[in-house]
T-cell receptor, first 111, second 116 residues
Framework: GDSVTQMQGQVTLSEDDFLFINCTYS??????LFWYVQYPGEGPQLLLK?????NKGISRGFEATYDKGTTSFHLQKASVQESDSAVYYC??????????FGDGTQLVVKP | DPKIIQKPKYLVAVTGSEKILICEQY?????MYWYRQSAKKPLEFMFS???????DNQTASSRFQPQSSKKNHLDLQITALKPDDSATYFC???????????????FGPGTRLLVL
């Protein structure tokens, strides 16, 4: 079945560091891929979405490239801020409008 | 103004009781969903409704019953509560489920349920 794998449970950085969160997916077709961000006490918020393979999504300084060859959708940001501290979920959407969340990566950014 | 309202924000219940979690969306969306997030686990899909009809049910237990009285409402009734039901329950909505994977789901703030 469809699934998403995020291996990094937590990433700890200092402000202005480069962020890279790994995500790989497994599916038999071309899904829509999302990154959602969840702040404490809130529901997940859409960060970015990509519908076509080998395209890039960009939002708020974050970017992710949908790579069909490596079945990856890694999240990157050139320079993180303390306000970026949150849980980041890689999400796969199938044709039945189901979405599958990865385990999430807790980002901690120290001032 | 919040676009997806979930009530209550916090809920404490005793084992064996029944509770209803409320969700209302003011985004004009045609599809609504329920997800559960247990401690230190990712969100888990439970139900989806499209135009007030059940589309998908991935919840094994019949103790969980969605109720849609209006197009923009999808409540979740939980009967015979167990401590394992303790979790945060998120409601979500999307514009048009017929768009398939082009559709995007937007989430409410959640109801945190604790069953003692």
């Amino acid at each position: 079945g469809d699934s998403v794998t995020q291996m990094q449970g937590q990433v700890t950085l200092s402000e202005d560091d480069f962020l890279f969160i790994n995500c790989t997916y497994s599916t038999t077709w071309y899904p829509t891929l999302f990154w959602y961000v969840q702040y404490p006490g809130e529901g997940p918020q859409l960060l970015l979405k990509v519908t076509t393979a080998n395209n890039k999504g960009i939002s708020r300084g974050f970017e992710a490239t949908y790579d069909k060859g490596t079945t990856s959708f890694h999240l990157q940001k050139a320079s993180v801020q303390e306000s970026d501290s949150a849980v980041y979920y890689c999400v796969l959407g199938d044709s039945n409008n189901r979405i599958f969340f990865g385990d999430g990566t807790q980002l901690v950014v120290k001032p | 103004d919040p676009k997806i309202i979930q009530k209550p924000k916090y809920l404490v219940a005793v084992t064996g009781s029944e509770k209803i979690l409320i969700c209302e969306q003011y985004l004009g969306h045609n599809a609504m969903y329920w997800y559960r997030q247990s401690a230190k686990k990712p969100l888990e899909f439970m139900f989806s409704y499209s135009y007030q009809k059940l589309m998908d049910n991935q919840t094994a237990s019949s103790r969980f019953q969605p109720q849609s009285s209006k197009k923009n409402h999808l409540d979740l009734q939980i009967t015979a509560l167990k401590p394992d039901d303790s979790a945060t329950y998120f409601c979500a909505s999307s514009q048009d489920p017929d768009w398939g994977n082009q559709d995007t789901q937007y989430f409410g703030p959640g109801t945190r349920l604790l069953v003692l």
